[in-house]
């Protein structure tokens, strides 16, 4: 007679299968590790990238022409990245210290907004003599959009109320106010939606050879920012509340007027931005300056891991991508929805690899 089963044992025969997948969180992560992750992300997103634009028509032998000899060895095309670089590592570095202690600032581009409103604001009213009009400009931008993200912080440490909501309606705020002004009492002459131009005096000039002086200033910011997050009390304090806010104020970290103060700074940084775009690319306040540069910052942020210095790394890169990509459009007609595509890949890549980093795939038996 055969053998009566045991209840919910498997058929005689059955097969147990191949196994399941599980992850692992590492215990540690070493830093070859990290390098090796994201440069083998980096090139999978690359590789992925170009053959997707020789699908779309680009030659593959011109590829490398493009993106490397024609972008950054050609000095026109070399200080159209510089000029793209300095705002895009503005708004990392912005985005970087305000996720540092989990504020997730998702209001840039009103920031940027309120910053290139306040430069504005001075070149219109021409206060000051001229020689010092483009330090006022920088310094009311700067208090601008400091005082356009205190609205969120202040709501998030009193109120309790959600950041990633009031960032982002709040740059519905800002938007309309700027059109409510180039629409209105600050619209030019010729009847366009934009401010009169600014002087001379009031553009950001060439402080280095072929490369403008809004690179210089982001650079200056981000190697301030590196001072502060590594050497300072407050950089450690920053460590605590990013590892857990609710342990570092037990320890006695002031928590919230650091967050407070923080926040302050990312949107101080997030209209230097502004400011820069208005004074060295626009030449004037307009309706669309600030467009796509939030979630530029965002990208650049996380991608940089919150670092100050990577986020100026990563800033070049992405201007160096954005100057490849307008060069792909008009010699190739690729269209911008392509351009885009690159850039998500990459991210998508990167983002996978920082997963991978900090897990591990382990198949059980």
């Known amino acids: 007679m055969a053998e009566a089963s045991s209840p919910g044992a498997p058929p005689a025969g059955a097969s147990r299968g191949f196994g399941r997948l599980t992850i692992e969180v590492r215990r540690s992560v070493s830093?070859?590790?990290?390098?090796?992750?994201?440069?083998?992300a980096i090139a999978i997103g690359l590789t992925i990238s170009a053959i997707a634009l020789v699908l779309a028509g680009v030659p593959a032998s011109d590829l490398a022409q493009e993106f490397i000899v024609a972008t950054?060895?050609?000095?026109?095309?070399?200080?159209a990245v510089f000029v793209q670089a300095a705002?895009?590592?503005l708004v990392g570095l912005s985005a970087a210290m305000a996720f540092r202690v989990r504020f997730w600032n998702l209001g840039i581009e009103g920031q940027m907004i309120f910053g290139g409103v306040g430069a504005t604001a001075v070149s219109l009213a021409h206060a000051g003599p001229?020689?010092?009009?483009?330090?006022?400009?920088?310094?009311?931008?700067?208090?601008?959009?400091?005082?356009?993200?205190?609205?969120?912080?202040?709501?998030?440490?009193?109120?309790?109320?959600?950041?990633?909501?009031?960032?982002?309606?709040?740059?519905?705020?800002?938007?309309?106010?700027?059109?409510?002004?180039?629409?209105?009492?600050?619209?030019?002459?010729?009847?366009?939606?934009?401010?009169?131009k600014y002087s001379a005096s009031e553009l950001i000039p060439?402080?280095?050879?072929?490369?403008?002086?809004?690179?210089?200033?982001?650079?200056?910011?981000?190697?301030?920012?590196?001072?502060?997050?590594?050497?300072?009390?407050a950089g450690v304090y920053m460590r605590f509340v990013s590892a857990s806010p609710s342990?570092?104020?037990?320890?006695?970290?002031?928590?919230?007027?650091?967050?407070?103060?923080?926040?302050?700074?990312?949107?101080a940084l997030a209209a230097v931005a502004g400011f820069v775009v208005a004074s060295s690319q626009e030449g004037r306040l307009t309706q669309s300056f600030y467009q796509g540069y939030g979630v530029s910052?965002?990208?650049?942020?996380?991608?940089?891991r919150n670092n100050p210095?990577?986020?100026?790394?990563?800033?070049?890169?992405?201007?160096?991508?954005?100057?490849?990509?307008?060069?792909l459009q008009v010699f190739y007609g690729i269209p911008q929805s392509m351009v885009q595509l690159i850039q998500a890949v990459i991210v998508m890549c990167v983002a996978a690899s920082d997963f991978l980093t900090v897990h591990r795939l382990h198949w059980a038996r």
């Open 206 to 233: 060439d402080i280095l050879p072929g490369a403008n002086g809004g690179l210089v200033i982001a650079a200056a910011a981000a190697a301030l920012l590196v001072v502060v997050t590594a050497r300072s009390r």
């Open 297 to 304: 910052g965002v990208l650049i942020g996380f991608l940089a």
């Open 31 to 40: 830093p070859q590790l990290r390098i090796g992750a994201l440069a083998g």
């Open 247 to 267: 342990v570092a104020e037990a320890l006695g970290v002031p928590v919230r007027p650091l967050v407070f103060s923080t926040v302050l700074l990312s949107g």
């Open 130 to 196: 001229d020689s010092t009009r483009l330090v006022a400009m920088f310094v009311a931008a700067m208090l601008a959009g400091a005082a356009w993200a205190a609205i969120p912080a202040a709501l998030k440490l009193l109120m309790n109320v959600n950041e990633i909501i009031s960032t982002l309606l709040l740059n519905y705020v800002a938007s309309d106010i700027l059109l409510h002004l180039l629409y209105g009492v600050w619209k030019d002459q010729d009847g366009f939606p934009h401010s009169l």
């Open 72 to 79: 950054l060895f050609d000095p026109t095309n070399l200080k």
């Open 87 to 89: 705002p895009l590592v």
């Open 309 to 327: 210095f990577a986020a100026a790394i990563v800033g070049v890169l992405m201007a160096t991508l954005v100057i490849a990509g307008q060069n």
